[in-house]
T-cell receptor, first 114, second 115 residues
Framework: AQSVTQPDIHITVSEGASLELRCNYS??????LFWYVQSPGQGLQLLLK??????LVQGIKGFEAEFKRSQSSFNLRKPSVHWSDAAEYFCAVVRNTGGFKTIFGAGTRLFVKA | GAVVSQHPSWVICKSGTSVKIECRSLDFQATTMFWYRQFPKQSLMLMATSNEGSKATYEQGVEKDKFLINHASLTLSTLTVTSAHPEDSSFYIC???????????FGPGTRLTVT
């Protein structure tokens, strides 16, 4: 069965420091992978997506993610974190067999300290 | 991307009553809509998928007679929680998807509290 694992429940980084949020997926076919961010009082917002092609994808707000098939990973990175990046981040994979369904990871809460 | 609104943003109701939550796409024709439930500090759990013009498909374990979904048009979907109980208290989120696309556009969510 398809699944998404985000090993870190929460992460704390200092403002200006680099960030990497981990995501591992289990999916038999070529996955469609996403990262979403959820800020308090706001809906989930798409940060970036990977369908095919270049395995390093750029997203909004300075985020990027790298698809590594050999490691079944799709880690999210940002070189310099801003206080406004504090939020909940969800990795997701789309299953397109028997209907379109998005499977979300449990999420990683990012705390940013001054 | 699409702009999605939900109404109300929060609601408190008494046990046994029904509550309707609206999800509107303000600028996008949505052939598919999704309803999720999110418990505190947990991920999104898909409740049901609805396609315009057809009945919703409910996920295993979701009571379709309790959570009524109506995809009335390409811009409106409603979720009605019937005979609500305190255990139905949760954060309900809708999302939209266009035909052929895998991206979803999410509403801001509705906080339901049943007393």
């Amino acid at each position: 069965a398809q699944s998404v694992t985000q090993p870190d429940i929460h992460i704390t980084v200092s403002e200006g420091a680099s960030l990497e949020l981990r995501c591992n997926y289990s999916y038999g076919a070529t996955p469609y992978l996403f990262w979403y961010v959820q800020s308090p009082g706001q809906g989930l917002q798409l940060l970036l997506k990977y369908f095919s092609g270049d395995t390093l994808v750029q997203g909004i707000k300075g985020f990027e993610a790298e698809f590594k098939r050999s490691q079944s990973s799709f880690n999210l990175r940002k070189p310099s974190v801003h206080w406004s990046d504090a939020a909940e981040y969800f990795c997701a994979v789309v299953r397109n067999t028997g209907g379109f369904k998005t499977i979300f990871g449990a999420g990683t809460r990012l705390f940013v300290k001054a | 991307g699409a702009v999605v609104s939900q109404h109300p943003s929060w609601v408190i109701c008494k046990s046994g009553t029904s509550v309707k939550i609206e999800c509107r796409s303000l600028d996008f024709q949505a052939t598919t809509m999704f309803w999720y439930r999110q418990f505190p500090k947990q991920s999104l759990m898909l409740m049901a998928t609805s396609n315009e013009g057809s009945k919703a498909t409910y996920e295993q374990g979701v009571e379709k007679d309790k959570f009524l979904i109506n995809h009335a048009s390409l811009t409106l979907s409603t979720l009605t929680v019937t005979s609500a109980h305190p255990e139905d208290s949760s954060f309900y989120i809708c999302s939209l998807s266009g035909s052929g696309a895998y991206e979803q556009y999410f509403g801001p969510g509705t906080r339901l509290t049943v007393t």
